[in-house]
């Protein structure tokens, strides 16, 4: 087996450094990462060294063993998984949705020899992804000033220029892949002692070399573990990026702080502000290129070492008396409401005729009047609610804020509210509000039994005869009543502090 192949892509520089934060220390990822590079090396120095057959057969027998370790570890690390997901090793299958007809977004649930032969085939292929990102380091670092100028002469065409912009794709496509593999296909002529004088470079003629490809590198070799080493830097960068996002924006806009979140809330809201007016006027195109520049420019080792003087004399001097002054005009301005807000409840106690000459009979504390025309009446259904008053419970994320019910007296205008018909309303005394009873006609074809027409009564559910459409006060009316009264109560409730740790109901 080759440790090298030519025509695979993979990252043959030293190791790609790693993020590192103020006051982070190194993880064990980037110790195990330095540990393989420094293996490697070592590696190559002792081979060059050493014949080729002694090579070779070192080789076959640190790869043999290393199988054997891998696949002991695999048959581990399967036989546990299996213990503790279900169905041998397999999350269970979840209801995939589906996109447009005939195009199906399913995927495989997972599974431990799918999983390891796709990190596989992904570890063989993202070579291209580190080279490129080493090639970007290298660049804005000023490896070599010759290519950081010619790139940010290329980036101050583009905005200048931005119309230059999708002739970028199409240069890099010409100068950058087709030009070399048409050299790599086409290669000048070696220098010899023969052709010293007429040394040049001829495109003429057939190709002497194959065409370049792009091939995945081989399981188990060398590229393959510089993959894996470049893998996991890049998967300590992203945590380490990560976790620095959270730790610096996440308390500044969760409203832990809501002072804090309240005065960024209102600096925002002004830029927003700003930039929908402005935004218009403003030389974006002066701003991206100095942008640009500044970014690129902060990369140079000389400027690095400004900026960490300039740091040390004048930012981190600084840096108490601004935080103070920040925190000062968020302590005076910003002002928040301690009162928290309160809404009224009610609810409804619904009684019912126990007999057309009986007694009133407590039913239950419902959300809903249950008066004539509502829906659950007309299809014949029982009001729904709690028996006792002390189990009516405040909204979830609500508590109470006063200790008892409060009886409404305003019978009259909750019943106008939400166009009550058909009923009595007291407007002196407990203010109940009356269902009334209609005494039926032969000619309209029902019965006058009072336990057939009533929707609540009987196996077989009856609609019952609409009402009048008005209601009646106490006085005036002298009728028989209907099978069922109610009245309203309420409450005020207010908003739960969360603060508190109290849970919601």
Not at 359 to 364: F, G, I, K, N, T
Request: include cysteine; hydrophobic fraction near 40%; glycine fraction near 6%.
């Amino acid at each position: 087996m080759d440790e090298v192949t030519d025509d695979a892509f993979v990252n043959r520089d030293d190791p790609i450094p790693t993020i590192r934060f103020d006051g982070a220390s190194p993880s064990s990822a980037s110790v195990a990462a330095s540990s393989v590079a420094g293996a490697s090396h070592d590696s190559d120095h002792s081979e060059a060294d050493s014949p080729v057959r002694r090579r070779r057969g070192g080789i076959r027998d640190r790869l043999s063993a290393f199988r054997d370790k891998a696949s002991i570890q695999d048959k581990l690390v399967e036989k546990l998984l299996s213990q503790v997901l279900p169905d041998g090793g397999e999350l269970p299958p979840e209801d995939g949705s589906k996109g447009f007809p005939g195009v199906s977004t399913e995927k495989p649930n997972f599974n431990l020899p799918t999983m390891s032969y796709n990190f596989r085939r992904f570890n063989s292929r993202i070579g291209v992804v580190f080279v490129f990102q080493a090639k970007a380091i290298r660049l804005l670092s000023w490896k070599h000033p010759t290519h950081t100028l010619s790139f940010l002469a290329i980036y101050t065409f583009v905005c200048l220029d931005p119309y230059l912009l999708p002739l970028l794709p199409l240069a890099i496509l010409l100068f950058g892949i087709m030009v070399p593999s048409f050299i790599a296909r086409h290669p000048a002529a070696p220098v010899t002692l023969t052709n010293i004088e007429a040394m040049g470079y001829s495109a003429q003629g057939p190709p002497l070399a194959p065409a370049k490809t792009v091939k995945p590198v081989k399981e188990l070799s060398r590229d393959f573990f510089k993959n894996m080493r470049d893998l996991q830097n890049c998967m300590e960068d992203f945590s380490q990026l990560h976790d620095g996002i959270v730790t610096l924006m996440v308390p500044r806009v969760n409203f832990s702080d809501e002072a804090l979140s309240s005065a960024l809330f209102v600096a925002v809201f002004a830029v927003c502000l700003f930039m929908s007016i402005a935004s218009n006027i403003l030389p974006w195109r002066f701003i991206f290129l100095v942008l640009g520049w500044a970014v690129t420019v902060m990369g140079h080792p000389y400027v690095q070492m400004q900026l960490e003087g300039a740091q040390k004399q004048h930012l981190a001097s600084n840096q108490e008396m601004a935080q103070g002054t920040i925190q000062h005009w968020i302590d005076n301005d910003i002002i928040l409401d301690s009162a928290p807000e309160t809404r009224e409840v009610e609810i409804f106690e619904l009684q019912r005729l126990s007999d057309p000459n009986g007694e009133w009979e407590p039913w239950v504390f419902s959300a809903s009047p249950y008066d004539p025309l509502s829906a659950i009446r007309i299809t014949g259904d029982r009001p729904t609610g709690t028996r006792f008053f002390e189990d009516v419970m405040p909204p979830q994320g609500w508590e109470w804020s006063e200790k008892k019910w409060a009886l409404d007296l305003w019978s009259r205008e909750w019943v106008e509210e939400r166009i009550i018909t058909g009923v009595e309303v007291e407007t002196e005394g407990e203010r109940w509000v009356y269902d009334i009873y209609y005494e039926l006609e032969d000619k309209i074809g029902v019965t006058e039994d009072s336990k057939l027409t009533s929707p609540s009564k009987g196996k077989g559910k009856t609609k019952a005869p609409p009402p009048r459409p008005s209601w009646e006060e106490g006085d005036d009316y002298e009728g028989r009543r209907g099978e069922w009264r109610r009245r309203r109560w309420v409450r005020l409730v207010k908003r739960k502090n969360l603060g508190t740790g109290k849970e919601g109901t």
